[in-house]
């Protein structure tokens, strides 16, 4: 079965400070992503990737950089973490990236920035 | 730009009755369309998506939807929901492309809750 796993699953971090949101997938997906939740708003895309070494600015890029090392792993990084960037981040991958693909997505990373 | 309106932020019903959550959509071609379910603690999965054919698509758990393009619609429905239906549920629209470069918008969601 398809899955991505995410870490921490929570974190409380201070503003300024630098963090660092993991994902990992075994669906040898060549696609992921990061996307963002807000309370009354839908998921946003962040940025994204479809090869290692390689990432793509998705809707709302700014404040954040994404890393991806291998096929596996893909980070999202916060360099100088802001109030408002507290929100749920999920990550999700895909085999493909066209528009029927199904998103696989991670349990989430509830993120608190004080 | 394409975007997803779901009108009902918070909808309740008793377990055993039936169910539509409402997903309009806009989107300047044929779309391609799909409900996901977020269960609490849980990621999003996908209950079913609709791309060509027959405009009523069965997913899982007894749920279906109907591509009203007339409507712009992509509605969800059971015909008699049970308590572990309890959940948030999106729709989302992405453009009827097979290219890489493709966008999927997200819906702000419904939190459905089944009473006993």
């Known amino acids: 079965e398809a899955a991505v796993t995410q870490s921490p699953r929570s974190k409380v971090a201070v503003t300024g400070g630098k963090v660092t949101l993991s994902c990992h997938q075994t669906?040898?997906?060549?696609?992921m992503y990061w996307y963002r939740q807000d309370t009354g708003h839908g998921l946003r895309l962040i940025h994204y990737?479809?090869?290692?070494?390689?990432?793509e600015k998705g809707d709302i890029p700014d404040g954040y950089k994404a890393s991806r090392p291998s096929q596996e792993n893909f980070s999202l990084i916060l360099e100088l973490a802001s109030l408002s960037q507290t929100a749920v981040y999920f990550c999700?991958?895909?085999?493909?990236?066209?528009?029927?693909?199904?998103?696989?997505f991670g349990a989430g990373t509830r993120l608190s920035v004080l | 730009a394409q975007s997803v309106t779901q009108p009902d932020a918070r909808v309740t019903v008793s377990e055993g009755a039936s169910l539509q959550l409402r997903c309009k959509y806009s989107?300047?071609?044929?779309?391609?369309l799909f409900w996901y379910v977020q269960y609490p603690r849980q990621g999003l999965q996908l209950l079913l998506k609709?791309?060509?054919?027959?405009?009523v698509v069965q997913g899982v758990n007894g749920f279906e939807a109907e591509f009203i393009k007339s409507n712009s619609s992509f509605h969800l429905r059971k015909a008699s929901v049970h308590w572990s239906d309890s959940a948030v549920y999106f729709c989302?629209?992405?453009?009827?492309?097979?290219?890489?470069?493709?966008?999927?918008?997200f819906g702000k969601g419904t939190l459905l809750t089944v009473t006993p």
């Open positions: 669906n040898n997906h060549d696609y």
């Open positions: 609709y791309y060509s054919g027959d405009p």
């Open positions: 989302a629209v992405s453009q009827n492309s097979g290219g890489s470069n493709y966008k999927l918008t």
């Open positions: 989107y300047s071609g044929t779309p391609y």
């Open positions: 990737s479809y090869v290692a070494d390689s990432t």
């Open positions: 999700a991958s895909s085999e493909l990236g066209g528009s029927q693909n199904t998103l696989y």
